[in-house]
């Protein structure tokens, strides 16, 4: 026995030794550069801007009509009355008569474009809830240190911003050494096939090549994930997929005095049963892994310990992520089923069941893998699936060595050193996924803050932005564009 206790012991120390040494050797990432000067301009009248934007009612539309276009053309008219320099000095193209494309040229056509995206359009209010909002859903009200209104945030406040950044760039008399395209879609919330995929378009046929692209899709979280008590600035390395899959099962029907031993509703609620019973599983994949390695350092030590030995501490993890919706879509593809349709009279057996499951990709599952596994976990022939037109494969992760990643970060330290930076994976699909052939590095990130009551107000009820918040943004891309001037990160 002695031998064995000792070797036993001997193990458990260097086990020990190990976990210790990691947690030690768990480097921070974080960079504290040195702060830059504040920029001076003109809040009140950014502020106003925004305004009138907001009150703008750009609703994304599928067929173009006079009433539904004309929000758009006013929003051009307005931004080329609002920002002069811009309209004199950089190239605007109209793509597909409502998106924006502007062309920044920079002296040195051996440096590689940036490209800063965001949208023109905007989610409908809900019809009924008009009421339910502190200032009238278009109002664009600047009260109480926010301005309030559909858009506010996603996403006319990343295209105002840039905007400001820009024209606040020219009045300074600064010009780019590297070429900055700026593009505004305008049906990102429909997809973005009339907006972004075109402007993507023009650039490809120009054989553009870019360095790297920023949209929206992630911002400063606050107190939203567990354990972090820091502000946490998230850049979007990568987002999930997307597919929505329509189960249909039809049988003869009939009247309900003679029925089947098995009827529609009851083959589709088993197919949609053993579907929730069989959900995806758990796996803390590289842009998480990457989450953990910024954020890790940053925290108390216990949890260092944690997240510095994941080779060890993976399973735990994984279900202490999996007790929040929010922190487990970050580790799993989810599905949910979101709408079920049969019947229509009480003595009448339907012929038809429909159902409709939505699902979102983590990276590493593929359309065609979650088609295969919902037919095999659902085993019955007679349950029919289709895939709904619109559907995505994850995107590609970004690398957080790679020239963007760093200069976002870097930008980010020096408008907002109050919080850790970190690289993440969106939840939601934008328009950069049009754009993926043109570059390597896309990344997602807004200086603004979500604390976890804000999540709701995106797409819904008091959509919001506060004026410092704002202002920020307009800090940021100032820093960004200035700092991706060189080539060094
Ligand atoms: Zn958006």
Redesign the pocket.
Known sequence: MKPLATSLSALLGVLIALLFIRTITFRSRQLHAPPVETLRFDQNTALERLSEAIQLKTVSFESATESNTAPFQKLHAFLTKSFPLIHRQLTKEIVNNHSLLYTWEGKDNQLKPILLMA?LDVVPVVPGTENSWTHAPFSGKVAEGYVWGRGAI??KASVLSILEAVEKLLADGFQPQRTVYLAFGHD??IGGQQGAAKIAAVLSKREAQIEFILD??SAIIDGVIPGVAAPISMIGIGEKGYLTLKLTVSTPGGHSSLPPNESAIGILSRAIDKIERSPFPRNINPAVKEFFNFVGPELSWEKKLVLANLWLTEPWLKRELAKSPLTDSMIRTTQATTIFHAGATENVLPTQAQAIINFRLISGDTIEAVIARVGKVIDDARVKIAALPFSIDPSPISSTDAVGFKLVRRTISQVAPHTIVAPFLTI?A?DTRHYAKLTKQTYRFMPITIRSDDAKRIHGVDERISTEDYERCIRFYVQLIKNSQATAN
């Open positions: 949208h996603d996403n990102e919330e929206e899709g939601a934008t």
